[in-house]
Every structure is written in C-alpha cells, then in structure tokens.
DNA sequence: GCGACAG
DNA sequence: ATCTTGTCGC
C-alpha cells in the first residue's frame, strides 16, 4: 500500500490529487462481487471517530467492525475532503482482522473537481475497489431520477459522465454514486441498490454511521 | 466578479 | 459535519 500524505497547504494536496490520479484504474466491464464490503464513515468531534463495518453483501448482516478516535488534522476544504479522513479511515480499516475487499465511501469517488475524491484516494492507496456514495450534491448535474427505486440518472460534468443519482427507495431524495477505483460505474450503481435495504443509505455506510456516532457519544 | 461548495 | 424538540405523516 501507499503512504498517505499529509499536504502542508491546499495548492500541495491539489498537486498530491493530480499524482495520485495518475494510478486511477477504471474497468469497463464488470467486476467479480465480493462476498463482504466495508461501508466507512467519519463523524466529527473531540476527538473524531472513525468507523469501518464489514457487511456481507448476500444477507446486509454486519460480520465484524472497527473504529479509531483522533483528531482531524486537515480543515475541511470543499474537493479536499480526503485529506481530513483518510487518516481516520486507514487507521480504521487497519483494525478490520479480515482484509477488506472492497470499500464505500460516505463522499465522492470521480464526480469531483479534478476527479479524484475520497473514494479514489482511498482505493488507490490501498489499491482495492472502492466507490463513493454522497448525500447531497457536489460537482455536475442530472436530470431529475424516476421517482421508483432503482430510477437513475447519469451525473454530468464538464460533458463528462462523472457518477449516477441513484433512486434508492420509490418516492425519497436518491443519492449520488461515483466510482473510485477498480470498479466501473454500473457495479456501482447495482451494488448499491443490492446493499439498500429499507433505508435511503446502503446499509454498510448507514451502519458506519450510526457506529461513529454512538462511539463518539460514548467518549 | 459573484456564488456555490462531499463531510 | 454540528448546534437542537417536537411534530407531521406513512
């Protein structure tokens, strides 16, 4: 695996974003699925609490989980993300006794500004599958999705396909979904409808969350 | 130039 | 993200 980076300024970690998207692989064909994924989540506080869940895909039930506190050493810059969780995340993630296999991320993976957001930074440091799955709107745009689970649609940026908006559940706000590495879109969108039981959030990183949360609580 | 801006 | 209760609705 690679070394995280710490920049000592944003014009330094936005050249870090362009080297390291240098080692960015996107297949374009799909991808054997894994049997478990890691849905991770950072919630912020003194200290701040990072938590990686392992979830098995066939059955949404969590098989093993991890959490690291410390502080957030980067500021939160709008396309910097990454540089104030992946500490938290690797420090997680490191704590998981099974090697993860594929990782989902509460953020943006390619629908960012120069194309490599958190799920991309994480996937290439750890050179796994990874892919992001957002909340609210960050960089592009799109039709508005069908209103039925499952409606989708593609997330433009720059005449460029970045992502998908992805209707999880009939009638509720959809989520944005944007590949990081080793995975192509489609995978994406189909593993995180598979992982979206009853809830708007797949269940690994709606189940990062609530465990972050509650840790922190507890501190 | 102005506003918007993942978490 | 976080500060914060109740409340409307399926």
């Known amino acids: 695996m690679l070394p995280f980076t710490e920049p000592a300024s944003v014009a330094e970690a936005e ?4 080297s390291l998207r240098s080692r960015l692989v996107i297949p374009a064909s ?14 912020y506080g003194e200290p701040s609490v990072a938590a990686a ?18 502080e957030a050493r980067f500021p939160y810059v709008p396309g910097l993300l990454a540089f104030r969780e992946v500490p938290l995340l690797l420090a997680a993630i490191e704590r998981l006794s099974t090697p993860p296999s594929l990782l989902i991320c509460d953020g943006y993976g390619l629908a960012h500004p120069r194309r490599f957001g958190l799920a991309c930074h994480l996937g290439v440091l750890l050179d796994l599958p990874s892919y992001g799955v957002a909340k609210t709107a960050f960089v592009g745009s799109s039709d508005p999705p069908g209103p039925a689970r499952g409606d989708a649609a593609d997330l433009v940026d720059a005449g460029e396909i970045v992502g998908r908006v992805v209707r999880t559940q009939s009638g509720v706000k959809p989520v944005y979904v944007s590949a990081g590495h080793r995975i192509g879109l489609d995978d994406c969108s189909d593993l995180t409808l598979r992982l979206s039981g ?16 509650s840790v922190l609580r507890s501190l």
Do not use: C, K, N, W
């Open 53 to 70: 869940v392992v979830v098995e895909v066939a059955t949404l039930e969590v098989v093993e989980v991890a959490t690291f506190a410390g």
């Open 198 to 213: 009853r809830y708007r959030i797949p269940e690994p990183t709606r189940q990062a969350d609530i465990l972050s949360r």
């Open 15 to 18: 050249l870090i974003q362009d």
């Open 30 to 43: 799909a991808v054997e699925l894994p049997r478990t994924v890691v849905g991770l989540d950072v919630t």
